[in-house]
């Protein structure tokens, strides 16, 4: 499975962005995708994942209510709507996918198998 993200850029605070990823390759039943991101100096985040067999979703703290995760038609695609985008929203924002989803492992790093390049978002404050 390959992964690629694509969408940042630079925004003013409060504003939005939307960023995608394109999966190619094997897909599987309990697929799930999702987006971290990394700002520097810091570890990499959860921000939110989708399960395709129900399409729940899930999202961290930080990103409740101002983010969004969906699916595209194509059983390939998953979008960030990101709202209400603040300074600390900076960061590399990655894709990432599992053949698998297992909710004691879903918001971490090592839950996810393959990885995107990765997408910059920069808030301007």
């Known amino acids: 499975v390959q992964l690629q993200a694509f969408g940042g850029g630079l925004v003013q605070a409060g504003g939005s962005l939307r960023l995608s990823c394109a999966a190619s390759g094997r897909t599987f039943s309990n697929y799930v995708m999702g987006w971290f991101r990394q700002a520097p100096g810091k570890e990499r985040e959860f921000v939110a994942a989708v399960r395709w067999m129900d399409n729940n979703t899930y999202y961290g703290d930080s990103v409740k209510g101002r983010f969004t995760i969906s699916r595209g038609n194509a059983k390939n695609t998953v979008y960030l709507q990101m709202n209400n985008l603040k300074p600390e929203d900076t960061a590399v924002y990655y894709c990432?996918?599992?053949?698998?989803?297992?909710?004691?492992?879903?918001?971490?790093?090592?839950?996810?198998?393959?990885w995107g390049q990765g997408t910059q978002l920069t808030v301007s404050s």
């Open positions: 990432a996918a599992d053949r698998s989803w297992h909710s004691a492992t879903a918001r971490l790093v090592r839950g996810y198998e393959y």
